[in-house]
């Protein structure tokens, strides 16, 4: 029996753990449709969307790597915030059109929201990473008026991520290996000042070289944010946690922006609040 589905696509792509959001959600509200992972290369990416488009039951698509930038030309048009983040990860039919959104910002935003609803004198984020993830944080974090400091391997590819993405912006630009130093700086009061420390790479993750970060170079009060998902509580959170500062997962952005992906396919208000318990239990058993 055929019944509504949307799905997430990438290479790889087994161990994506929306389906298991999605499928949690879809439970939860009694929606008969299903959430699958599909694996598509990217030799493979325009025969998929061109199949995709004349299937009545499809719902629309999340997008991971490495698709999310390759994947535009296909479709008819952008939602305005993926054409700024120039990537999409969720394509949905809309009156015969396939259109791409960028959940990824406010996924990422979500657990940082209450905060940035406060007035502060001063924001600054540290994001470490320049690769596709960095956009979207870069992107949020601008608008929400932040002065960014962008590290990376390459300190060209930085500004000309940051001059591409924001270009009225006053942000810096550091060699990544400029913060595995410790530092001697001292900080300012950092009373009421909001500041925040983003692994926006893939370093710390399993099979990937370590994160090296020295926390001299966090000011008081700093809140750490790693997007990394596997493993979930990274040496760079774990670090972070024992010297006193406040985390932020990996998981809290995929949910996140899960949330409004879902909203999308399905036409409904996933549960949240109290079931992300569960669902976070259900993620990492």
């Not at 969307?49 to 039951?57: C, E, F, K, L, Q």
């Not at 509580?233 to 997962?249: E, H, I, N, Q």
């Amino acid at each position: 029996m055929t019944k509504p589905y949307a799905e997430v696509i990438g290479d790889p792509i087994a161990h994506s753990k929306s389906p298991a959001i999605h499928g949690f959600w879809l439970e939860r509200l009694g929606i008969d449709a299903e959430y699958r992972a599909t694996h598509v290369t990217a030799d493979g990416l325009a025969d998929f969307i061109a199949s995709r488009r004349s299937d009545p039951y499809w719902r629309g698509c999340n997008v991971t790597m490495p698709h999310k930038q390759a994947v535009i030309p296909l479709l008819d048009r952008l939602d305005p915030l993926a054409a700024k983040v120039g990537a999409v990860n969720t394509i949905v039919p809309e009156e015969g059109q396939l259109v791409g959104y960028n959940t990824d910002v406010p996924g990422f935003l979500e657990p940082l929201q209450p905060l940035l609803d406060q007035t502060h004198y001063f924001r600054m984020a540290r994001v470490l990473g320049t690769g596709g993830a960095a956009r979207a944080i870069i992107v949020g974090l601008a608008a929400e008026k932040l002065v960014l400091v962008l590290a990376g391997r390459n300190p060209d590819k930085a500004r000309a991520l940051l001059d591409e993405l924001d270009p009225g912006g006053e942000h810096h630009v550091a060699p990544l290996d400029h913060f595995a130093d410790p530092t001697d700086f001292a900080f300012d009061d950092r009373e009421g000042c909001l500041d925040l420390v983003v692994n926006a790479s893939a370093l710390g993750m399993t099979g990937q070289p370590p994160l090296n970060f020295d926390l001299s170079h966090a000011p008081p009060g700093s809140i750490f944010y790693d997007i990394v998902t596997s493993p979930l509580d990274t040496d760079f959170l774990k670090a972070a946690r024992a010297a006193g500062f406040r985390t932020v997962d990996g998981l809290s952005m995929l949910i996140g922006q899960a949330d409004h992906a879902f909203r999308r396919f399905f036409g409904a208000q996933p549960p949240r609040g109290e079931a992300d318990i569960e669902l976070r239990e259900r993620l990492t058993q």
